[in-house]
């Protein structure tokens, strides 16, 4: 026995010593062995190598940018070490690319001019380039890299690229949705069908990584409503060559009820400041028959949150608990200690031009103050509605309870513009626009504006400079100079002449809430009456110095600016020309209520819009310049200023007028994301007691219609159809209404 191991000792030991060797390198030119030493932990000079040394060698030097590519071999007397070195990159050519350019892709390679070659960035760059292309739909796209010599010791490195067939989805289905519209589910997701209606859109690129994004959209979107157990899969079916059909399955599963509301709150003082907000979150629940809403909730806790804030305590916040059974949902809200974190330093970085403290005079927090994330987001969200900044990121590096917040201004470099605009539109027809503008005006964030405009009535000029002050970022000024021409001649029998200037502030008391006030001075020179005996007319006619003074007050909770689909908005305007300081003499009220209610479960909503106005003159005789006038785009089946009393072919207008317009609207032919809208609506109003009109009945008006509203890379676009139902024999209808374009 003690031989055998013996043996097997002196075998083992033999066939140590035999695989014990000194390393040879062989390729070296630029680099030498010392070189080589540098970058790699074994003693390559050391004659009793092993196998394990060599694969710790190879592993090194092939993570150094000095060595393209390592092979070895082992011989009887020595381990063989070929290398070739790298070379300098000179040049970087895409060959074979239509559709992306060579600096779309350059950009994003880890190779670059100037350095080593490396084969690890060249897989790299090849992985890289096949996942641009299949972001773009090209899914059967091959990479070959190529090596070109440039000089001695510099290359050119050349990808060749064959892109093959670009892949489209051209029709999106879901399968399984009971809760959510099909234009629903699409208005939530990226990927996009190819739309017969619009010439701007194609159809989404084949791409599994926006599909996989879709998908979690989708079941984000079950889950917020209550369907915790909802499953969402996708499946891609090639219909033609290269065009696709994506499918997604929905297994809803069933939806959950709040069966038990918990509120673990013990401090009285708290329970006190949130008792009615927890009320209203608890009628919430009822109304909404208890079913599971995350959106509701968070929003809720949200105003919890902000409301400790508002009464200084900074060290606990409200938070949520959910825990399931089977078919309903346990819901929990509970106070956490927090240890108070105290603001020390604002950094702001990013403004080149936007000077630190028109940046510092936007935002409400400063150190001293407690940090909160409300006020912090607030605060962000502020500074993003300003025209020169185009993003803000944040960053808050917390020590001991001290905060410092830096934020990284992305600003927008050109804030001057100029610009020519085109105008078309059923009331004044063919317009032109010339303006120019800064946005940003010696890094002030102040703006300036000059416009140009003339169509079928107006040749108008205007100065605008709009001040944000220093010390209230809440607050606007408006200055403006104006000087205009108008030629009433078809409405109103003459024409005019008005120069003036204006004042305006604004007041945003938060997000929805705004006030304003101000004036304007007039010079009103009216001329060329066609009737010299109307004394509709001719009480325009001479020079009138006009002072206005002007009230407003708007809310506006509605969630699109263009084309909102929930949300109300109301607004009142208040005008008055004082009787002892003006020539033309009047007050003026307009009120105006918008109401949308989105219906759940799709994006179509129904709204009610109403509208009221009323004037009085100081003499008994309000001028038809200052009157209110109704038809064209403002009543639509009707011609412009086409309701109410007329002189002959003078229109008179009148004192007073309302319009209650009931409608629907919907995406169910047209998704959002192609911002369209298509509304059918039924428009009711009158207008009355014009001071040159005998007559003093109201009226009623109707019209039915129906219009299509969508943005385009040219501008807005509105086109409507409606018929008169009920008009007048001195009305005049017009069906077609149409707007293209924006002014200035």
Do not use: C
């Not at 600096?103 to 790299?124: E, R, V, W």
Request: aromatic share 14%; charged share 20%.
């Amino acid at each position: 026995m003690f031989k055998y191991l013996i043996l097997f000792l002196f075998s083992f030991l033999l066939s140590f010593n035999l695989s014990s060797k000194p390393i040879n390198i062989s390729g070296l030119s630029k680099l030498s062995y010392d070189d080589i030493q540098s970058i790699t932990s074994i003693n390559i000079y050391d004659n009793n190598s092993n196998i394990n040394n060599i694969n710790i060698l190879i592993k090194e030097l092939s993570l150094s940018d000095l060595i393209y590519d390592i092979s070895y071999e082992e011989l009887s007397e020595k381990f063989q070490i070929s290398i070739t070195e790298s070379d300098l990159i000179e040049n970087i050519f895409i060959n074979n690319n239509i559709w992306i350019k060579d600096d779309a892709l350059i950009q994003n390679l880890k190779s670059k001019t100037n350095y080593f070659m490396s084969q690890n960035n060249i897989q790299d760059d090849i992985r890289i380039i096949k996942n641009i292309y299949k972001s773009k739909g090209f899914q059967d796209l091959s990479v070959i890299a190529k090596v070109e010599r440039y000089s001695q010791d510099r290359i050119n490195l050349i990808y060749e690229i064959k892109e093959n067939d670009q892949q489209k989805i051209n029709i999106i289905k879901f399968v399984g949705n009971n809760f959510f519209s099909n234009n629903y589910l699409n208005s939530t997701i990226n990927s996009q069908s190819i739309r017969f209606y619009n010439i701007f859109k194609t159809g989404s690129n084949l791409n599994f990584s926006m599909f996989e994004y879709d998908k979690n959209q989708i079941l984000s979107s079950y889950k917020d409503e209550g369907f915790l157990n909802v499953k969402v899969s996708y499946v891609l079916e090639k219909s033609s060559f290269n065009n696709n059909v994506l499918y997604f399955y929905i297994d809803e599963g069933d939806r959950f009820l709040i069966n038990d509301f918990i509120l673990d709150i013990k401090d009285n003082f708290i329970k006190n400041i949130l008792n009615k907000d927890i009320d209203d979150f608890k009628k919430k629940l009822e109304k909404n028959n208890f079913v599971y809403n995350k959106k509701l909730i968070e929003d809720y806790i949200e105003l919890f949150n902000q409301n400790l804030i508002s009464n200084n305590i900074n060290n606990q916040i409200i938070k949520f608990d959910v825990s399931d059974n089977l078919d309903s949902i346990n819901l929990l809200f509970y106070v956490e200690k927090i240890d108070p974190v105290i603001i020390s330093k604002i950094s702001i970085t990013g403004n080149s031009i936007t000077k630190d403290r028109t940046i510092r005079s936007k935002i409400s927090i400063e150190p001293g103050q407690y940090l909160n994330k409300y006020t912090l987001d607030k605060s962000i969200k502020n500074l993003k509605r300003f025209p020169y900044i185009k993003d803000v990121k944040q960053s808050t590096n917390i020590i001991d309870q001290l905060a410092e917040i830096t934020l990284d201004i992305d600003e927008e470099k050109k804030t001057g513009n100029i610009l020519v605009a085109g105008t078309l539109n059923s009331d004044t027809g063919v317009g032109l626009t010339f303006g120019i503008e800064d946005k940003n005006v010696f890094g002030s964030g102040n703006s300036i504006r000059s416009n140009f405009t003339v169509n079928s009535e107006d040749l108008k000029f205007d100065l605008n400079y709009v001040q944000y002050p220093i010390l209230n970022p809440n607050l606007t000024n408006t200055y403006t100079i104006f000087n205009q021409d108008n030629d009433y001649t078809s409405s109103f029998g003459y024409k005019a002449s008005i120069k003036g200037i204006g004042y305006f502030i604004n007041f945003n008391q938060n997000d929805k809430l705004s006030y304003g006030a101000g004036f304007n001075y007039e010079a009103f020179k009216g001329h060329s009456a066609v009737n010299k005996s109307s004394a509709a007319i001719n009480d325009n006619i001479g020079n009138f110095d006009n002072y206005n003074l002007n009230l407003s007050v708007k809310y506006d909770s509605s969630d699109d600016y263009f084309y909102p689909t929930n949300g109300t908005i109301n607004k009142l305007d208040f005008s008055i020309s004082p009787k002892d300081i003006s020539d033309n003499s009047y007050y003026k009220v307009s009120i105006s209520n918008k109401n949308y209610r989105q219906l759940k479960k799709s994006t179509n909503y129904f709204f009610l819009n109403n509208n009221y106005g009323f004037a009085k003159s100081s003499n008994g005789k309000l001028k038809t310049i200052n009157a209110f006038g109704l038809g064209g785009l403002n009543f639509k089946g009707f011609d412009y200023k086409g309701i109410g009393p007329n002189d002959g072919s003078i229109y008179l207008g009148g004192n007073e007028y309302f319009t209650t317009t009931l409608g629907y609207g919907s995406s169910f032919i047209f998704d959002d994301k192609d911002n369209i809208n298509v509304k059918f609506f039924l428009t009711a109003g009158s207008i009355w007691n014009s001071d040159y009109d005998t007559s003093s009945d109201a009226d009623l008006r109707t019209s039915l219609g129906t219009s299509f509203d969508f943005i385009t890379p040219i501008g807005p676009i509105s086109f409507s159809y409606a018929i008169p139902i009920n008009k007048k024999d001195i009305d005049k209808s017009r069906p077609f209404n149409f707007t293209i374009g924006t002014s200035f």
